[in-house]
T-cell receptor, first 113, second 112 residues
Framework: AQKITQTQPGMFVQEKEAVTLDCTYD???????LFWYKQPSSGEMIFLIY??????QNATEGRYSLNFQKARKSANLVISASQLGDSAMYFC??????????FGSGTKLNVKP | ETGVTQSPTHLIKTRGQQVTLRCSSQ?????VSWYQQALGQGPQFIFQ???????GRGNFPPRFSGLQFPNYSSELNVNALELDDSALYLC???????????FGSGTRLTVV
């Protein structure tokens, strides 16, 4: 079965500190893509970062980086220098070789001033 | 500012009715996918269209169907609505193979 697991329902981080949101995935596909999305309380999903299964380097986008450990099937999101506006739900997602998407249950991040 | 717009933003329907939700993607976005997100849960993949053909489907019954049009708009149709269909419905589109998907703000459907 293919699925995404996010084991942290909620996380707190102090403003300006770094935080890691965990994500593990389960697939037997060789080719797949991993995504992270941010969902503020307003409801829209905001694309943050993408990692392809064949990418050898970890993806980075500004303050976001993806710690991709293929052998462990983990794709943790690292947010550096947290800001108050980072408070939101964060979803890890995987697209498999058959264009099916799987989302995790999300992690609610609260950034404290 | 998102390039994907969804309409309507909110909708209330009665059990057994049919509903059509609409999504307008950015120009050049040939791939569109639809999701159902129940309150407090992650989105569940319904299906994906590429150039007007369905090319991926999640575990949803046939009463969930879709269309994609040449003008980068798409529809999600749900027949015989059930109370459990109450959710936020999101569409997402992308242009290139390695682009991230851009989501719309969603349509919140309530079935009573």
């Amino acid at each position: 079965a293919q699925k995404i697991t996010q084991t942290q329902p909620g996380m707190f981080v102090q403003e300006k500190e770094a935080v890691t949101l965990d994500c593990t995935y389960d697939t037997s596909d060789q080719s797949y893509g991993l995504f992270w999305y941010k969902q503020p309380s307003s409801g829209e999903m905001i694309f943050l970062i993408y990692q392809g299964s064949y990418d050898e380097q970890n993806a980075t986008e500004g303050r976001y980086s993806l710690n991709f450990q293929k052998a462990r099937k983990s794709a943790n999101l690292v947010i550096s220098a947290s800001q108050l506006g980072d408070s939101a739900m964060y979803f890890c997602a995987m697209k498999n070789n058959f264009n099916k998407f799987y989302f995790g249950s999300g992690t609610k991040l609260n950034v404290k001033p | 500012e998102t390039g994907v717009t969804q309409s309507p933003t909110h909708l209330i329907k009665t059990r057994g009715q049919q509903v059509t939700l609409r999504c307008s993607s950015q120009s050049g976005h040939n791939t569109v996918s639809w999701y159902q997100q129940a309150l407090g849960q992650g989105p569940q993949f319904i299906f994906q269209y590429y150039r007007e053909e369905e090319n991926g489907r999640g575990n949803f019954p046939p009463r969930f169907s879709g269309l994609q049009f040449p003008n980068y708009s798409s529809e999600l149709n749900v027949n015989a609505l059930e109370l459990d269909d109450s959710a936020l419905y999101l569409c997402a589109s992308r242009g290139g193979l390695f682009d991230g998907y851009t989501f719309g703000s969603g349509t919140r459907l309530t079935v009573v």
